[in-house]
């Protein structure tokens, strides 16, 4: 009689097992995932540490989009690059807080191109709120140098995409266009086990979640939508509560399981959004339509628009199709 627990599927038996569906497949993309875990665990080590080894608070800097640097956005941007480099299946990089492409010297490129927000939600790290790391993931297109067209391309060609959120427990989300999977840190042991797999968001929204305090810059559509979604009533046994964070990441993993809408929309101060295509919207829209949902900038689908810079930005609306498709409708009425 064996006397092992059956702790269950660690994070690179379950890539492992996809990739034996493909013959043609070597490996790298298992590797990859298996390093981006490795990167999340360090990563969730030194959040849980923080107040203890005093990293908490401001550098002092302000990054490339002109917003403070937190201590653990540098350590977590520092270590995700680090880690990926190291892994042999990257060429290059696009991170928040680095200006340029993060180029891998030739001798140790691999085969795939990252791009990822290293600490999402960075300005509520002080409270001890949940904050994560987002990545997305595509092939290399150019065969000797790097490209900026490797990394400047639309979410729709990404192969793969997830976030590992630094909360209560750590959680590892990805999906590889064909399922969405969660996987929870054990502490004890370190590894990534399987807690939830092929997770479907629900249909409809039971969750609001915007920023209620950017009113006064909303575009005309956004205060008759949020109204109309509040007046879903008790009868119609449809009543939405308001659920925000201010951590994207983590508001988009609540609504993924529980259902619920996110907006934020492009506004009066910069008519453009603040969320970056290609490391926040690009992999949560890739993961929500792989869900069932749907993440649109008010016009069609965020994974359709042609970045034209490393760090640009776009309104977005993501959660449930029905939802989202819904807010497309407004913005339609009130802009013809
Ligand atoms: P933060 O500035 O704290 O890093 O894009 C970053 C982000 O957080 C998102 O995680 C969050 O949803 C949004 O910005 C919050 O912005 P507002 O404070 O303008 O609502």
Redesign the pocket.
């Known amino acids: 009689m064996s006397l092992a627990v059956d702790f269950g599927v660690t994070l690179t038996q379950h890539v492992l097992s996809r990739q034996s569906r493909f013959p043609e497949a070597r490996g790298q993309f298992s590797a990859l995932l298996t390093q981006i875990g490795v990167a999340g665990k360090l990563i969730a080590a030194q959040v849980r540490r923080a107040g203890l080894i005093e990293i908490w608070g401001a550098t002092g800097e302000t990054n490339v989009q002109g917003?403070t640097v937190q201590k653990l956005d540098r350590i977590a941007n520092d270590t995700f690059i680090d880690v990926l480099r190291r892994s042999g299946c990257v060429a290059a990089m696009a991170s928040e807080e680095e200006h340029e492409v993060i180029e891998v010297p030739p001798e140790t490129a691999g085969g795939y191109v990252v791009a990822f927000?290293p600490l999402?939600?960075?300005?509520?790290i002080d409270a001890n709120v949940s904050i994560g790391t987002i990545f997305a993931i595509y092939q290399r297109r150019s065969e000797d140098e790097v490209l900026r067209s490797d990394v400047l391309r639309p979410g729709r060609e990404q192969v793969g995409a997830g976030y590992i959120i630094y909360g209560p427990s750590t959680v590892l989300v990805y999906t590889d266009g064909q399922t969405v999977d969660l996987f929870t840190l054990d502490p004890s042991c370190g590894e990534f086990f399987l807690t939830r797999e092929n997770i479907k968001m629900p249909a409809r929204s039971k969750l609001l979640s915007l920023?209620e305090s950017?009113e006064p810059y909303w575009p005309a559509w956004t205060r008759p939508y949020v109204d109309h979604v509040k007046s879903r009533n008790d009868a119609e046994k449809r009543r939405v509560s308001s659920r925000h964070i201010?951590?994207?990441?983590a508001?988009f993993h609540r609504n993924l399981l529980m259902g619920g809408i996110f907006l934020?929309p492009a506004d009066a101060r910069t008519n453009v959004g603040?969320?970056?295509v290609l490391y926040?919207c690009n992999p949560l829209a890739f993961i929500a339509e792989v869900a069932g949902g749907a993440a649109s900038f008010g016009q069609g689908r965020i994974l359709d628009i042609e970045p034209k810079g490393l760090h640009d930005r776009t309104g977005l609306f993501i959660g449930p199709a029905a939802d989202v498709a819904e807010i497309e409708e407004f913005i339609r009425r009130y802009s013809a």
């Open positions: 917003e927000d999402d939600g960075s300005s509520n920023n950017n201010g951590s994207l990441v508001d934020y603040k969320l970056r926040e």
